[in-house]
């Protein structure tokens, strides 16, 4: 339970998309990033990198989300998914499905769509062999 395996997102943010910018089209980036602004595509982290998306309550994603580490508080429509952490703030509000390996949610977010764990490799594999007793 205190065995905390996760980690945080990062707290330097790279690049910032301001209020007033809206985006059409996919987003690929690394490190940390945070919209204010409105994305519609899809917003995908360089595989095998840690990177960390900071959605604030005036952003706006259409689209898929792909990275390591994602805290929201501003609205998402399109799956998402955070093979480390994710935390859902209280103003936001996610219409699609949520894969996560940790998850943190706030009074007030709102989620309308299936929330799928990912769990370890190792865990998800595991095959359990039942002893039958001798005796009966």
């Not at 910018?21 to 980036?29: P, Q, R, S, W």
């Not at 994602?70 to 703030?89: F, P």
């Not at 949610?105 to 865990?123: K, M, N, R, S, Y």
């Amino acid at each position: 339970m205190f065995n905390k395996r996760h980690s945080k997102p990062q707290g330097r943010i790279d690049s910032l998309i301001g209020a007033a910018v809206k985006i059409e089209g996919n987003l690929t980036f690394s490190g940390g990033l945070r919209v204010d602004g409105e994305i519609t595509g899809n917003v995908i982290a360089v595989p095998g990198e840690s990177s960390t998306l900071v959605l604030s309550e005036h952003g706006r994603i259409n689209g898929e989300i792909s990275v390591t580490h994602l805290v929201i508080n501003g609205v998402v429509t399109g799956s998402v998914s955070a093979s480390e952490y994710m935390e859902l703030q209280s103003k936001s509000r996610i219409i699609g499905d949520i894969h996560y390996k940790t998850l943190e949610i706030q009074l007030g977010a709102i989620v309308e769509g299936t929330l799928i764990h990912l769990a370890d490799a190792a865990t998800a594999n595991k095959v359990v062999a039942f002893k039958l007793s001798s005796a009966e």
